[in-house]
């Protein structure tokens, strides 16, 4: 299993049926931490075969641009729209990567997302575990989608 | 058409999405009823006339799976047909909802053309 593959094609499905917008991917990082650039972050945690959290990582910019596809309408702040709106992208990749994990014969559980409003927090936790982050470019602007796993 | 919908799902993005790909499938009821999870959803079923649901299965509260069992044992309600759209296909737990009365699935991300070509038969 290709988790960093299986990452980019559940991503890509997501922004392509639901928001009409073609993805490209711009780096595969696997195994070290760092500050996460980001003003919202949405999480996931995973359970039963596979424990872990899905998280997606968005700039301000990107994450009401995302909420205005989705919405239909313009979008000036980060308000519970936008939680909202990107609580359900986590929620759609995670379910994908729950059918790539099915494939490989890994059952594992999808809890309720929370979403998260900061600036460049670090991520740790789980000794162990595997880590994969792969970093999109929607219309110019970057955002991340992170597995961490065991 | 003269129908009404009843769309569950804890995210209100969701349910806005929902209802544009409803009309976007060219599926016009006359009124789109809403509700968070699945204890609101059986308010709504239990005062308004409502012809069919769509509800997510993973939801604070109640689940989908917990709301099709509690809307089976209550007569007035129990026959109106729920239509699952949810990020979870896996034959388990699309299994349950099926043996709770659930009349099909339809996987998140969806396209309009999806929804219309399972829903537009149950109409």
Redesign the interface.
Known sequence: MNVGQDIIDSTK??FS??LMIELEVVEVIEGRGGDIPANITSMIGLGKDIRGMLAVHCPAAVAKGI?GT???MEVEEIG??VK??I??IA??V???L??SF?EAGK?IE?A?PTTIIGESFRTSGMSGAQRVVVQFSMNDDLFMIELKFR | MGKNVLLVDDSSTMRKIIGRSLRQAGLDFDNIFEAGDGIEALEVLEKEDIDIVLSDINMPNMDGISFLREKSTRDGIKDIPVLMISTETGDDIIGEAKSLGAVGAIKKPFTPDKVNEVLGPLL
């Open positions: 499905e997501v049926t639901m909420t989705f919405l239909g519970e729209d909202d709106a609580g359900e929620n759609m995670a379910g994908n729950k059918v099915a059952d999808l309720i």
